[in-house]
Nanobody, 123 residues
Framework: QFQLANSGGGLVQPGGSLKLSCAASGFALANYAVTWFRQAPGKERERVSCTNEGTRYSDSVKGRFTISRDNTKNTVYLEMNSLKPEDSGNYSC???????????????????WGTGTLVTVSA
């Protein structure tokens, strides 16, 4: 059974940092492209990062967020620095068998979604 478990969220002050985890079970995450999405209340879901054939970041997080893999732990991370209140939201990782970071429809083909972890950036 393919599962993705997210963790690492929490309450942090503006300018602070968090490191989110996306731990896979039932399959080898190293063989898949992995994305991170976030969604704030009342806003559309946004892809913030993707890793497979290289790494991609949305303009809103570029230079502040870093996506990485630890294949020995079957886990992908999203390290978030210089956090802003507008970074608040529920963060989930996702993957799919035929997903590519370069595809135009960034949500097409995502078969597996993480459990989500809440990030709140507030003073």
């Amino acid at each position: 059974q393919f599962q993705l478990a997210n963790s690492g969220g929490g309450l942090v002050q503006p300018g602070g940092s968090l490191k989110l985890s996306c731990a896979a079970s039932g399959f080898a995450l190293a063989n898949y492209a992995v994305t991170w999405f976030r969604q704030a209340p009342g806003k559309e879901r946004e892809r913030v990062s993707c890793t497979n054939e290289g790494t991609r970041y949305s303009d809103s997080v570029k230079g502040r967020f870093t996506i990485s893999r630890d294949n020995t732990k079957n886990t992908v991370y999203l390290e978030m620095n210089s956090l802003k209140p507008e970074d608040s939201g529920n963060y989930s990782c996702a993957t799919g068998s035929f997903y590519f970071c370069s595809q135009t429809d960034v949500e097409f083909g995502l078969n597996y979604w993480g459990t989500g972890t809440l990030v709140t950036v507030s003073a």
